[in-house]
């Protein structure tokens, strides 16, 4: 393949490709923290060249496949750069003390019940809020993040989520996650993590791009849509996850046109996510998506859907890919949403009553 | 619900919940899981006979056993479950010895008076009220049989 037939993103990618030696010298003297988004020809990936503070791990021919290869890490990679300046590991988890009997050492627990959702209003938490937890973590606006945790980086993914929301800009997930990493016979500690407060700026965060509400959803239907629960969440046999507890939806089913692609599709059996080919066979040949679509992903309340926003979005390179938090606990409880039940998509026809106003 | 409906040894897991700051409960919880004993070898060679509790994210086990009118919960949840280990822990240890009436008369929404709400979240603490709401059916199931 010949330098000048690739755009100008690729040709960065592959410089990044190459082995590094300590990029702090890469950072600008006047660093700017929040580079502007999306602006018009403008390839946000020149910032990130910018903003890393720790080396890719460019140790792994499967990542370099995917379209972001600077989204993970191999655990070999991890171990190595343990301790590295300017990365910080951190462990979200499903059990809320699995941290607490073991965790890579040096990690910090960040929860996405009780650290990142607001405690009152079924929402994120704010800039102010985020700050505060990212400087009590001792977690700096410019850090290499790199997030993992139980159940194949569900709530990790979930966690690297709403750092995206917040434009955390270089946040990444470890292959595999924790269970990996355990079953690798890799080191884990029960010591508490010291990290010196940090001051995190207050950043507004950011809900419009990859983050999609209700009316959102609404807007797009008739666009892909990817339901990444279990075929009986799907087909509206149940409204939870197989062996999980009922979270409140009144309704089961999906939403009209959703393609049922279940989010373990794209995670190999020892956790890690599968290669290239393996993945475009599901979301490209199986559920039809092509490039340049605009793709909403949702679960039950979003935990699932971002392991796939970050397959989709990462890994596969689609550039509007939005997670519907608000999920099926949401929709499965609206009033006058459209459902379909049974294993088809179903379609977008309207049934029932017409508005009088 | 009035302190008067829980009996001493549930008052007292309430207490030494609620005497701490936010933190260190879920240190407390943290020991709670450690304690949970291995089932007896009746059970773990019967699976058959756990119900499992589907209000918990993770797989949990229990068996309500009654004895000379004293109620003794068994449960047995994975190692890397210590959430759902703790909350088994600290159901088996509040009822351990109790009549059957007087755990019956444990408020269904014991779980939600140990100040947990905030460092556990109250949708992970749904499964400690599952485990409860199980316990009390299967005694009064064995009550009846």
């Known amino acids: 393949m010949s330098w000048e037939n690739t755009s100008c993103v690729e040709v960065l990618r592959r410089q990044r490709l190459q082995p590094q030696s300590c990029v702090n010298s890469l950072r600008e003297p006047s660093f700017q923290p929040n580079p502007p988004r999306g602006a018009p020809g403008t390839p946000r990936v020149i910032y990130r060249r910018y903003l890393i503070t720790v080396e890719h791990d460019s140790s792994s021919s499967k990542f370099a496949s995917y379209a972001h290869p600077e989204r993970l890490v191999t655990a070999d990679w991890l171990e190595e750069h343990l301790g590295s300046p300017g990365l910080v590991v951190v462990e979200s988890d499903e059990d809320v003390l699995l941290y607490e009997i073991g965790h890579i050492p040096g990690s910090v627990k960040i929860d996405w019940h009780t650290d990142l959702n607001d405690p009152v209003q079924r929402d994120y938490i704010d800039g102010a809020a985020f700050a505060e937890l990212l400087s009590g973590k001792g977690i700096a606006r410019d850090d290499t993040v790199v997030i993992y945790g139980d159940k194949n980086n569900w709530w990790a993914a979930y966690a690297l989520w709403v750092f995206t929301l917040f434009g955390h800009a270089d946040v990444r997930l470890l292959d595999g996650g924790r269970d990996k990493w355990i079953s690798d016979e890799r080191p884990l500690t029960t010591d508490a993590t010291v990290r010196p407060r940090t001051e995190y700026p207050v950043v507004e965060r950011d809900d419009s791009v990859v983050r999609a509400y209700k009316e959102d959803v609404l807007a797009h239907l008739g666009k892909p849509l990817i339901d990444v629960r279990s075929p009986e969440e799907y087909s509206g046999e149940r409204t939870t996850a197989p062996a999980y507890p009922e979270e409140g939806a009144l309704r089961a089913g999906h939403i009209p046109t959703a393609k049922n692609v279940p989010w373990s599709q794209a995670v190999a059996a020892d956790g890690t996510f599968k290669p290239l080919e393996d993945l475009n066979s599901v979301y490209r040949d199986g559920a039809g998506l092509t490039d340049g679509d605009e793709v909403v992903a949702y679960c039950r309340i979003g935990e699932r859907s971002s392991h796939t926003w970050f397959v989709l979005h990462h890994l596969l390179g689609f550039e509007n890919v939005r997670n519907y938090d608000g999920s099926w606990t949401e929709w499965g409880s609206a009033v006058r949403v459209p459902i379909a039940v049974g294993t088809e998509p179903g379609d977008l026809a309207s049934r029932g009553g017409s508005h009088h106003d | ?145």
Do not use: W
């Open chain 2, 1 to 145: 619900m009035t302190d008067s409906a829980l009996p001493d040894q549930v008052a007292e897991i309430r207490d030494d919940f609620l005497e701490l700051d936010e933190k260190l409960r879920l240190q407390l919880l943290l020991e709670f899981s450690q304690e949970l004993p291995d089932l007896p070898a009746k059970y773990a060679d019967s699976p058959e006979l756990l119900e499992r509790v589907v209000e918990c994210q993770s797989p949990v086990y229990i068996f309500v056993d009654v004895e000379s009118d004293r109620v003794h919960l068994h449960a047995t949840a994975p190692r890397e479950s210590p959430t759902t280990r703790g909350f088994a822990s600290i159901l088996a240890q509040a009822v351990e010895g109790l009549s059957p009436a007087a755990v019956l008369a444990i408020p269904d929404d014991f779980p939600q008076m140990l100040g947990l709400s905030k460092v556990v979240s109250p949708l992970r603490l749904n499964g400690m009220n599952g485990m409860l709401r199980r316990t009390k059916r299967q005694l009064t199931e064995r009550l009846a049989g």
